[in-house]
């Protein structure tokens, strides 16, 4: 039988627009021949089960939410919608979410045991997703199910999938991928697991430095808008369709010590040229792009936002960089006229003898100097701050505080989000945690034969103190 792979994208994500893997994994097999086709369920599982539990509103409310309106006047809807979800959460299923599913139980879930619980326990998304599932399988009838994992929301969700696959189509193959794979399951020894999916994929299986994504199968129409805030920045990511591309793979930095730089799909760096990417925007239908880079190269941002001028095309994009002196007034001034709105970054824990620390490569002073040109620029900024790093001082973290706040109060950020250190196992920290004063305390496996996930390490002060 001819090899056909149907690519899907499992429940629960965001709603606003879709996630890119399929879409990069279609474009890929489509230049090599590769017969696939791609299907959201994710979308379609989320938008039955809100006009099941809505009322005769719900289906104009999604209408208006999926439209052009402004952000501003979707709070309104956005509420109502979300009502439906708590009204969910709370009187059907405690583990549905907005854009993930049983997320909390399965962030640091070292037991497959946990997930195939939750596998095979009744939930809300059964039956959508076996209506969406068995549509699709009807209409592309494929040799093999591809599915992606990017976030620990969308594991039950894959495993449901692949449980019905298993045992509707057992001549299907079935293979799981993506971020969370990447990341969370690279020393997976359980085989249980194995029951569900024949193949475990680490890292992406493709090799070209970019890859421009194909949206067949996709209708831009089914995503909504969810608007929770007047913030402009904070609102990016859960309003607007956005195509997402990769402008490089990997970090072109690839140092910070707190950050997975030994992972391939961050520590391998690879720069494709700007016309390849500015073609990928030129054969979009919607022409508003977020790059989900880790960190968008300096180099190459200027080539691409050089090739969009010389083209004349119009273009908003965003996306996440490191505050390099590098981003220069005149680069900055560049990237405003080319479309670009705004930008994400680490200012981490503000200090600079901890930015030395963690090796991010910039100082308080050069990072301030790069966002007075997005301010000048009219660029928003979003910054990422962390706390609780190893030997950070509550002094530290004080002035840290305060000193966002001014960078807040003069216009230099328009919105921020602070999160807890936390030590990964593919970081140089966990590599060398006695040169940052602690010690790893997770203890290894208790069966070498049954490890499923690991990332996130337990560690104490070695002076004796606690973290
Ligand atoms: C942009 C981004 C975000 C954005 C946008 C998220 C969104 N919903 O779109 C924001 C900032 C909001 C975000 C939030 C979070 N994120 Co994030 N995010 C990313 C980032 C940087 C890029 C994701 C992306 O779009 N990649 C582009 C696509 C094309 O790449 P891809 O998904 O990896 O797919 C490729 C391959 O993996 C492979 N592949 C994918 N699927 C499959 C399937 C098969 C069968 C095969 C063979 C191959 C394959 O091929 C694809 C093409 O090359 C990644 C890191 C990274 N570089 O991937 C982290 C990452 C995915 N995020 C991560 C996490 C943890 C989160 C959060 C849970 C954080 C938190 N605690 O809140 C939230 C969850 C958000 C949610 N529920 O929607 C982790 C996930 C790993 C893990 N530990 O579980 C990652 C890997 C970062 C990390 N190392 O920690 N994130
Ligand atoms: S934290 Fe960001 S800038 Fe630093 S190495 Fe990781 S991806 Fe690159």
């Not at 900024?381 to 030997?391: K, R, W």
């Not at 004080?398 to 196992?425: D, M, N, P």
Request: charged fraction near 30%; hydrophobic fraction near 40%.
């Amino acid at each position: 039988m001819k090899r056909k792979i149907l690519l899907l994208t499992p429940p629960l994500l965001q709603t606003n627009t879709p996630y890119p893997a399929t879409m990069h994994l279609l474009g890929w097999m489509d230049a090599h021949g590769i017969a696939a086709e791609q299907r959201d369920l994710s979308i379609k599982v989320v938008r039955d089960l809100l006009l099941e539990f809505g009322d005769d509103t719900t289906d104009e409310l999604l209408e208006f939410l999926s439209g052009s309106a402004p952000p501003e006047t979707k709070r309104e809807a956005s509420a109502a919608i979300e009502d439906i979800a708590l009204r969910i959460r709370d009187e059907v299923d405690v583990e549905f979410g907005f854009a993930r599913y049983a997320e909390h139980l399965c962030q640091r879930v070292d037991d497959f045991g946990v997930v195939e619980k939750l596998v095979r326990r009744r939930s809300v998304i059964d039956r959508p997703l076996a209506k969406h599932l068995d549509e699709a399988m009807a209409e592309v009838k494929p040799t093999e199910v591809w599915i992606t994992c990017p976030f620990p929301g969308t594991l039950v969700g894959a495993f449901k999938i692949a449980r019905r696959l298993k045992r509707k189509y057992p001549k299907v193959k079935t293979c799981l991928g993506g971020g969370y794979v990447n990341t969370e399951l690279r020393e997976m020894t359980d085989r249980r697991p194995l029951r569900y999916f024949d193949e475990f994929q680490l890292d992406s299986p493709i090799e070209e430095p970019f890859v421009a994504p194909c949206y067949r199968g996709i209708d831009w129409s089914e995503y909504f808008d969810i608007v929770e805030t007047d913030n402009f920045m904070t609102s990016l990511w859960t309003s607007g369709k956005w195509v997402k591309l990769v402008m490089a793979q990997g970090c072109y930095w690839h140092r910070c010590t707190f950050c997975d730089v030994c992972l391939p799909y961050i520590g391998e760096f690879r720069m494709p040229s700007a016309a390849a990417i500015v073609d990928a925007i030129e054969a979009q239908s919607v022409r508003r792009v977020h790059f989900v880079d880790e960190a968008m190269p300096p180099k190459l941002i200027r080539e691409v936002a050089e090739e969009i001028l010389r083209r004349g095309l119009e273009v908003e994009w965003w996306g996440n960089i490191r505050f390099d002196s590098a981003f220069t007034p005149t680069l900055v001034r560049l990237m405003a006229k080319s479309g670009c709105i705004a930008v994400s970054g680490g200012l981490e824990c503000a200090n600079d003898r901890l930015l030395a620390l963690m090796k991010k490569g910039i100082t308080l002073t050069s990072a301030e100097k790069v966002l007075r040109s997005f301010r000048r620029y009219g660029i928003y900024v979003h910054a990422y701050l962390m706390y609780d790093f190893p030997t950070e001082t509550k002094k530290e973290q004080r002035e840290a505080e305060r000193y966002v706040k001014r960078l807040a109060r003069e216009g230099l950020i328009q919105s921020c989000f602070w999160h807890r250190f936390a030590l990964t196992v593919h970081s140089p920290i966990a590599a060398h945690p006695e040169d940052f004063g602690i010690v790893v305390t997770t203890p290894p496996p208790r069966r070498a034969d049954r490890v499923f996930a690991r990332n996130e390490l337990d560690y104490e002060y070695a002076t004796g103190g606690t973290k």
